[in-house]
């Protein structure tokens, strides 16, 4: 397999330099394109037959993406999508999928199952009611009726309280070419899928942006990627992608890319697949960790602490925040504007309903901006 990836590679280089019928090495082979899309601090990922009478698109990004994501869509001569995978509820995965349900024609939506209290997910229900598209729950061990791969869901709902359990994860063969889409699954999805699948993939979507949460040593170890596609924004303060995943990724023989300025195009043929993009140098980060969470014994605030205007360290004092939610709720702040209402913290990576719970006597709703 390596030894045809660096034909194409060279193959790719030449053709920069002699006219195409000099070099006919991919002449007359079918190509599945695949484009990691520049979501910012999102995922998004688009599949499209050569033909272009196909196409997938896995997630949207958060809902600033929406628009820019149609356009994409339609500069490359795509009118209908046959597949929109939502992989799971989050905002940052299905934010963007609002503006491309509206304004496209979308044949079929596949879904994980897991619901959301959002007014981002609860929009997204209706638009896919309102259009009448046909709405698919994944089923784990299936195949997907699809004629771009051979597609196998490989995770779907689960009854874990973490929405990123129930990730979509999808693994495509296209002849001896293989890809995985992860979606933001877990360490312990990880683990189930392995007792149960092949999961190598030539090409791997790195889960959850690259977070400690994911990848594993053993699923990178059986994943063995040639390739993988870290989706990302540069200025995000998550601590995305984490650096010992970085290390891990390479130490693995993975090449790594990133989405953070751009869009990675892969051109993947039944026997190989190649990139024309730099292969991405950075170390990670290794701040903020993920922290323990807090004692129960500790005194909690005896004042509420404000919402919208609380520092990192304020807001740590609150039940089951650490540095890394701390944080989540801050760039919430800053991309969407001041906290409305209790459930919007719902949209807050690392924020479920009984987190919520233990945190709502002890904080108050202000009108300031961070």
């Known amino acids: 397999m390596h030894r045809w990836r660096k034909l194409m590679v060279i193959s790719v280089f030449l053709f920069s330099f002699f006219p195409s019928d000099v070099f006919p090495f991919t002449q007359n082979q079918e190509i599945l394109d695949i484009y990691f899309l520049d979501a910012g601090q999102g995922d998004s990922s688009l599949i499209v037959s050569e033909n272009g009478d196909e196409a997938m698109l896995i997630d949207g990004g958060r809902r600033e993406s929406g628009e820019k994501l149609v ?188 989405t953070e300025d751009r869009r990675i195009h892969v051109e993947m043929t039944k026997k190989d697949w190649s990139t024309n993009k730099k292969p991405w140098d950075g170390k990670g980060k290794t701040y903020p960790a993920a922290s323990p969470k807090k004692d129960s014994q500790v005194e909690w605030p005896e004042a509420p602490v404000p919402l919208n205007t609380a520092a990192s360290q304020e807001l740590q004092t609150l039940p089951d925040i650490g540095p890394l939610v701390a944080s989540n709720i801050i760039e919430y702040r800053r991309t969407h504007g001041p906290i409305q209402a209790l459930d919007d913290l719902l949209e807050v990576d690392g924020i479920g309903q009984a987190a919520l719970k233990k945190i709502e006597p002890f904080i108050i709703i202000d009108e300031g901006r961070s």
């Open 71 to 258: 356009q994409t869509l339609k500069r490359k001569g795509i009118t209908t999508l046959d597949w929109v995978v939502a992989t799971h509820p989050d905002i940052d995965h299905i934010g963007g999928l609002l503006e491309v349900l509206r304004k496209m024609e979308v044949k079929n939506v596949l879904d994980s199952g897991k619901t959301h209290t959002t007014n981002t997910y609860k929009e997204y229900r209706n638009i896919i009611e309102e259009k009448n598209i046909d709405f698919h729950i994944a089923e784990e061990g299936e195949e997907l009726e699809t004629d771009l791969a051979e597609v196998k869901i490989l995770n779907g709902y689960s009854d874990s309280e973490i929405r990123n359990s129930s990730s979509i994860v999808l693994h495509f063969t296209y002849g001896r070419s293989t890809a995985l889409f992860t979606g933001d699954a877990t360490v312990e999805t990880e683990m189930e899928m392995m007792e149960e699948y092949e999961v190598d993939a030539d090409v791997l979507k790195v889960a959850h942006h690259g977070s400690a949460t994911s990848s594993s040593p053993a699923f990178i170890q059986a994943v063995e990627p040639e390739a993988a596609v870290l989706p990302f924004d540069r200025d995000n303060s998550f601590g995305h992608p984490n650096a010992a995943v970085v290390t891990r990724l390479r130490r693995a023989g993975a090449v790594l890319y990133s």
